[in-house]
């Protein structure tokens, strides 16, 4: 998870803080030393980082937080607000053009995940109620347009190409009147990589720019590479004019350097942060939500949207009636275990839920318990339909089959009938007179 070492080191810092009642000049000055410190070994810009830490010394010594009665909190909030300032404040939501049809115009050196974002945008878009095109403008990379094809058919959107074709201008623009004419109205632009920005390039993007208008340019870059991630941004800025930033592969990255320097460095916002390698892992980035977490306030808000995202009205009825009539089995048990994997698995929830800071984390034993997620799908999955449907027919014999089917012990067969009822217990407790309401607030 992103800046996990920062976080921890920033949680410290703090606590040492709010251990004490009134702050002096020169707690202050300690803590903003570690602060810096932290910033720094995060990999943050220099520059940037000195800029924060006086803005937040500053404003930390003045007369209302030292007076008050909980300064350590102030100074917190105003680390809080001064990161959320940092990477970008609330400006950093991606646009369509008013006028109906949208370009965006994806550029990036090579390796930092553009295509694959081509498509993770393509599917976020859709998921939005946009209709997207995608469009392979590689004239260089054969195998660049098949990758961008099998991108494009992962997450169901076509892909324009014109194979022999060796001008990338007139690939779009044909892309664009193609994406008219069949009545959809984004259309994404990705075009060739280089290992480092070279003139060459520079002038292939800036002719694609005058010839389609993009309405965005997006800059994809790899948080993994840290400061030349935000040196690449820069060059990108200067020589063609980026609108955002989209930063790849921030789920291998502890420090997040990179996401805290490009909004001050380059002056244009991050809009999406690439979670994973799976099509569906991009997530727009919001930088109060990003500050919490890394303050360990967690981020409630991107969990409820994660959960009403992934919840299915339907399903959920079915549940309930389930649970009224005392029908709710195994199948269902696993079905709610699915659920909760397709948020992310419990260590991103976990991530998301203020107070649960990275030592209580540690403490769980994150790897274990997604190992036992797996191996109780394939206790259920070595079932009958009948003994799914009734587990209270499992007599002995039943269980050793079973446990032999999945190469387990029957000890783990007893604990996953033991979970499963003490899930039917609890969510039991939910059905019933007003639990309808109540459920559905869980989740909306
Ligand atoms: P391109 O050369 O810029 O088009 O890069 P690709 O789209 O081919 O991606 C390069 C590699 O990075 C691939 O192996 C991708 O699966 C991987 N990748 C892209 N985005 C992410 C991300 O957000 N997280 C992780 N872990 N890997 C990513």
Redesign the pocket.
């Known amino acids: 998870m992103a800046f996990e070492g920062l976080s921890e080191k920033l949680q410290n810092v703090f606590k040492g803080l709010k251990g004490k009642g009134s702050l002096t000049e020169s707690d202050i000055n300690t803590a903003m030393r570690e602060v810096k410190l932290a910033l720094l070994e995060a990999d943050v810009n220099f520059k940037v980082v000195k800029d924060f830490v006086a803005a937040v010394k500053e404003k930390s010594l003045g007369e209302e937080v030292m007076a008050s009665l909980t300064p350590a909190q102030q100074v917190i909030k105003i680390v809080n607000e001064e990161l959320t300032e940092l990477m970008g404040g609330t400006g950093s939501k991606l646009t369509y053009s008013p006028k109906g049809f949208t370009v965006y115009l994806m550029v ?1 050196l ?8 081509c498509g993770k945008l393509a599917a976020y878009l859709k998921k939005n109620g946009k209709k997207p095109m995608l469009c392979a403008c590689d004239i260089y990379r054969p195998a660049a347009i098949d ?1 961008l094809e099998v991108v494009g058919n992962s997450v169901e959107t076509p892909v324009f190409t014109m194979r022999d074709s060796k001008e990338p201008e007139k690939i779009a623009a044909e892309a664009v009147k193609e994406a008219q004419r069949r009545g959809f109205n984004v259309l994404i632009v990705d075009t060739a ?1 280089r290992l480092q920005i070279d003139e060459a390039l520079m002038d292939e993007l800036a002719t694609i720019k005058s010839a389609v208008k993009p309405h965005e340019i997006l800059l ?1 870059v790899d948080a993994l590479t840290g400061q030349d991630a935000v040196n690449a941004a820069e060059g990108f800025n200067e020589k063609l004019g980026i609108d955002g930033i989209i930063m ?5 990255d502890s420090r997040g350097g990179a996401a805290l320097s490009a909004k001050k460095v380059t002056g244009k916002p991050i809009k999406f942060v ?4 799976k099509l569906d ?1 991009l997530e727009p980035f919001h930088p109060e939500r990003m500050a919490s977490r890394i303050l360990g306030m967690g981020d409630m808000l991107t969990l409820i949207e994660k959960a009403q995202e992934d919840y299915d009205e339907q399903k959920a009825a079915e549940l309930e009636k389930k649970l009224r009539k005392n029908k709710f089995t195994l199948e269902d048990f696993l079905e709610q275990m699915g659920q909760i994997k397709k948020m992310g698995g419990i260590a991103k929830i976990l991530d998301m839920i203020p107070g649960v800071n990275s030592n209580a984390k540690n403490n769980i034993n994150l790897a274990q318990s997604e190992k036992e997620f797996a191996q109780m799908e394939a206790i259920i999955q070595s079932m009958t339909k009948a003994e799914r449907e009734d587990p209270n027919i499992l007599n002995a014999s039943r269980r050793r089959r079973i446990a032999a089917g999945c190469g387990q012990p029957v000890s783990k067969i007893n604990q996953l009938v033991k979970r499963y009822n003490d899930a039917k217990k609890m969510m039991k407790s939910f059905s019933g007179k007003g639990g309808a309401g109540r459920m559905n607030r869980m989740f909306r």
Request: hydrophobic share 20%; no cysteine; aromatic share 0%.
């Open positions: 990036g090579q390796g930092t995940g553009k295509t694959t974002t990758q990589g994809v790849t592969k921030m789920d291998g690439g979670m994973g390698e892992a």
